[in-house]
């Protein structure tokens, strides 16, 4: 079975001393609100950079995020953590109205707003990398966590960061190169 599939089915009693279930609760839906417009802003920018070498690098990784938050869902499932709603809607609705952020540009996008994006995606990235590990450290005492699925998780957030950030510093140097001297 991939590790990345969900595979906590029928796991659901907790073993050892088991996380607070109300701040872990909160812990993962904050999370969930993050991935959730992490999510959106990954697809936006591959859409918009589609069919140039960006795009092509970021199309993958945006389908990873997406796939990412289903695993979090699934995890949430596992752990018998309800998803607030609210919480997904407010993060939806802050990610939308980022948008409408000044760039520097009236009627055509501007380059720095694809360096900002890349910028939002690093630190959604970082963000998600700390989650994992923070569940990880959490499924030594609890076996509905699935170690070897969060460790792949782990590892594929790693190269999201990579990618991510390759391109943000060429995007950069890109956007701010008149700027220079």
Partial sequence: MNTLEHS??????????????????????????GATAGTDRAARLARTARGSALGR???????EIAEDRTALLDIMRDLGVPVRRYKVSAAWAAEKLGRLKPNGH?????????????????LGIEGK?????????????????????????????????????????????????????
Avoid at 23 to 33: Q, R, V
Avoid at 106 to 122: H, K
């Fill in 129 to 181: 990398t700390a989650c994992w590990q923070t569940l990880g450290r959490i499924g030594a005492a609890d076996e509905r966590l699935d170690l070897a699925r969060l460790a792949a998780l782990l590892e594929r957030a790693r190269r999201q960061q990579e990618t991510i950030e390759e391109w943000r510093v060429r995007q950069a140097e890109r956007a701010l190169a008149a700027t220079a001297g």
């Fill in 57 to 63: 690098a970021i199309e993958p990784v945006a389908a």
């Fill in 8 to 33: 906590g089915a029928g796991r659901r009693r907790p073993t050892g001393r088991g996380a607070d279930v109300r701040l872990l609760g909160i812990y993962l839906n904050d999370h969930l609100a």
């Fill in 106 to 122: 009236l009627v055509r996008p501007s380059p720095l707003g694809t360096v900002l994006d890349l910028e939002a995606l690093r």
